[in-house]
T-cell receptor, first 108, second 115 residues
Framework: GQQVMQIPQYQHVQEGEDFTTYCNSSTTLSNIQWYKQRPGGHPVFLIQLVKSGEVKKQKRLTFQFGEAKKNSSLHITATQTTDVGTYFCAAGYSTLTFGKGTMLLVSP | EAQVTQNPRYLITVTGKKLTVTCSQNMNHEYMSWYRQDPGLGLRQIYYSMNVEVTDKGDVPEGYKVSRKEKRNFPLILESPSPNQTSLYFC??????????????FGSGTQLSVL
């Protein structure tokens, strides 16, 4: 399936700091999706990006799709303890392949 | 309430004892899929189904079977479980067969331990 690489694998921040996770592909993606999984929970859909250069915002979360549609990022401004979890990107054609995820830990 | 229901939530079994993890969705979704989640490896797809009677292998299908005899159910079968199948399993579904373009709804997961 479609391969997507996610970095970093893990990040620990202080509450109020910003956080960014990156998703990269060696091939052009048709679109990309982002999911969040809280500790002990299941992945929950956050957003889908389709257009080259697209930027979408959800409150403190900003999602970007690269101009070449080979990379994407999720940026969280002023993290809160409720942001703790693992963030996954996912892409594919006939089916979805997930990146390995970035685990975010936020200390109060 | 629209949901994907997996059972059981936790399962401990022994090597070689056949087991089935059930998955059911009440949203009339065409697409269903199974993933396994292991530390450091993320979510890896086992099998998926784009419609009734249509199933395809994902990235890690070895040791698993599935069936899609009716739209709402997509059971995962381990004919002879082995310890390397100890994992957290998720069932997911989406509206249409174009899974890449539709958001996935996940079940709550099944934590399987094979001794």
């Amino acid at each position: 399936g479609q391969q997507v690489m996610q970095i970093p694998q893990y990040q620990h921040v202080q509450e109020g700091e910003d956080f960014t996770t990156y998703c990269n592909s060696s091939t052009t993606l048709s679109n990309i999706q982002w999911y969040k999984q809280r500790p002990g929970g299941h992945p929950v859909f956050l957003i889908q990006l389709v257009k080259s250069g697209e930027v979408k915002k959800q409150k403190r979360l900003t999602f970007q799709f690269g101009e070449a549609k080979k990379n994407s990022s999720l940026h969280i401004t002023a993290t809160q303890t409720t942001d703790v979890g693992t963030y996954f990107c996912a892409a594919g054609y006939s089916t979805l392949t997930f990146g390995k995820g970035t685990m975010l830990l936020v200390s109060p | 309430e629209a949901q994907v229901t997996q059972n059981p939530r936790y399962l401990i079994t022994v090597t070689g004892k056949k087991l089935t993890v059930t998955c059911s969705q009440n949203m009339n979704h065409e697409y269903m899929s199974w993933y396994r989640q292991d530390p450091g490896l993320g979510l890896r797809q086992i099998y998926y189904s784009m419609n009734v009677e249509v199933t395809d292998k994902g990235d890690v299908p070895e040791g698993y079977k599935v069936s899609r005899k009716e739209k709402r159910n997509f059971p995962l079968i381990l004919e002879s479980p082995s310890p390397n199948q100890t994992s957290l399993y998720f069932c997911a579904s989406s509206t249409s067969g174009q899974a890449y373009n539709e958001k996935l709804f996940f079940g709550s997961g099944t934590q399987l331990s094979v001794l």
